[in-house]
């Protein structure tokens, strides 16, 4: 095998760990630079931290072997081919565009640290979401601070729980490379040896533009975004006229132009990329004139907002109009299963609204209640379901674990003071809850329906 690359991987969070850990897997020697001495030293001892399946053997394996190491001294730059930027792009406060300072730190940290390379010009790699014409300008400040290097836009599509599997065996990987030919092609040649497995597994890989490749990210997330607005107004449209989405879902899926993923009706979504990406896409689309291309995605945005509402308004109706004093016992709180980010989450919002209704919450969750306990000291949160639905007038479901979709109604009725339940993910079987003699209600679900 050929030596490995010297890599450096700026920013080590969600992105950035993963990153890091999969690179040294590829036999890369890599070092993760982060301003976050805590997180460094959790990952400089082979600890995740957060939660995601198969990360901590690689980084323990990396660790051990000397392929990985981590650290807060930005002088560890020096000595390496290729640098990857994967800091965070957060929505930037009180307003819609992304929060790009810790991008333009990463860029001055190269400049002030990396070192020439006897084999060409450095290159360099974002990974993180940003704005459109980014990568230019990145390139321009590196070329006006007299660094040889050459930027490559590789935007990643990964997904939490699934986040090595996509850094290893993505669908695609697209590079965006420089309008100057022989550049790019230094750019592709490194970038190549860098992904040297996921080239020799045929995954398809796109040479395109700049502009091309920071916009394919935040239009694949736009689309998803969509997706799941789209199924979430008809799952209102189902409520209104007595249909149920589940059903239409899957009836729709079947179209193979349409698919059946991605048509979960439900709470809607959340997290650290959707809500924040669709916001920055719009801003930026300001910033070019073109507004109007995006209206859509503020309705997008609103349908998304309102199912957190409408969560609440049916959590009051069906306690009889008021929320005061009513005990409600919220199962999940993350804004997916399978990962303990609170980012965002539609679940942690609607336990909050129901608190300040005067509800009294008792909510649990089998990854997120660390970052509740932070940052929500307010909400009383236990540690088991049984402890939850202890005594409850309602029970809301608002994160699909997979211990929440096999709870057995008949015994969960056993628990509760008033067996009834909100289905905020449509997971649950309402014929198999009814049956059990709960009052169960989905998000455009009718649970009377023989059909
Ligand atoms: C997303 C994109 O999928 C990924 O490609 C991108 O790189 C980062 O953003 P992630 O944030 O990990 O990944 O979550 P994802 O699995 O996409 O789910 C996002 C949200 O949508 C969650 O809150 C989820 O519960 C919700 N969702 C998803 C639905 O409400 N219905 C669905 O059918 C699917």
């Known amino acids: ?47 995740p931290s957060f939660h995601e399946p198969g990360l901590e053997p690689l980084l323990r394996q990396g660790v051990a072997d ?42 001055e940290d190269i400049i002030a640290n990396a070192t020439p390379s006897s084999d060409g010009p450095i290159v360099v790699v974002g990974k993180s979401t940003v704005p459109v014409g980014t990568a230019q300008g990145v390139a321009d400040r590196l070329a006006e601070a007299g660094v040889d290097a050459v930027v490559v836009w590789n935007p990643e599509f990964l997904r939490e729980g699934y986040a090595v599997q996509d850094t290893q065996r993505p669908d695609r990987v ?23 497995p996921i080239i020799a597994a045929g ?3 796109l040479l395109v533009n700049y ?29 209104a006229s007595g249909a149920d989405v589940s059903r239409l879902a899957e009836a729709i899926g079947h179209d193979d132009r349409i698919g059946s993923k991605f048509l ?20 930026r689309a300001g910033e070019l004139g073109v507004d109007q291309s995006l209206t859509f995605l503020r309705e997008v945005d609103s349908i998304n907002m309102r199912r957190r509402d409408h969560a609440v308004d049916l959590a009051s109706e069906m306690a ?48 997120g209640t660390e970052a509740v306990r932070l940052a929500r000291p307010d909400l009383h949160i236990v540690d ?51 049956d059990a003699g709960w009052d169960y209600r989905g998000m455009g679900r009718r649970s009377s329906s023989i059909w």
Request: hydrophobic letters at 45%; a negative charge.
């Open 1 to 47: 095998m050929l030596p490995g690359v010297k890599i450096s991987v700026i920013g080590c969070g969600y992105l950035g760990a993963v990153h890091a850990a999969c690179m040294a897997d590829f036999g890369h020697d890599v070092v993760g630079v982060d301003i976050d001495e805590a997180k460094v030293a959790k990952l400089a001892a082979g600890v």
């Open 66 to 107: 000397g392929s990985l190491r981590f650290t807060t001294d930005k002088t560890a730059l020096a000595g390496a081919r290729v640098h990857f930027i994967a800091v965070g792009t957060p929505q930037r406060g009180g307003s819609y565009a992304a929060d790009m300072s810790y991008v333009w730190s990463a860029v």
């Open 174 to 196: 697209v590079y965006g490379l420089p309008d100057d030919r022989d550049r790019g092609e230094i750019g592709r040649a490194v970038v190549d040896e860098v992904y040297a």
């Open 203 to 205: 995954i398809p890989r």
């Open 211 to 239: 502009p091309t490749a920071e916009l394919v990210k935040v239009a694949a997330n736009s689309f998803l975004a969509t997706k799941i607005s789209f199924i979430n107004s008809m799952a209102e449209l189902c409520d």
């Open 264 to 283: 979960q009706a439900g709470i809607g979504f959340g997290g650290g990329c959707l809500p924040k990406d669709i916001r920055a896409f719009m801003a």
């Open 320 to 367: 009889g109009g008021r929320l005061v004093g009513v005990k409600v016992a919220v199962l999940g709180l993350t804004f997916k299963p399978d990962s303990d980010d609170v980012r965002d989450s539609p679940a942690l919002d609607i336990a909050g609204r129901l608190w300040g209704r005067g509800a009294n919450v008792v909510a649990t969750d089998p990854a």
């Open 384 to 434: 088991s379901v049984q402890e939850a639905l202890s005594g409850a007038d309602l029970v809301m479901l608002l994160t699909a674990w997979q211990d929440y979709v096999h709870l057995d109604p008949a015994h969960a009725k056993t628990l509760v003071a008033t067996p009834r339940i909100i289905d905020g993910r449509n997971v649950l079987d309402p014929h198999a809850w009814t």
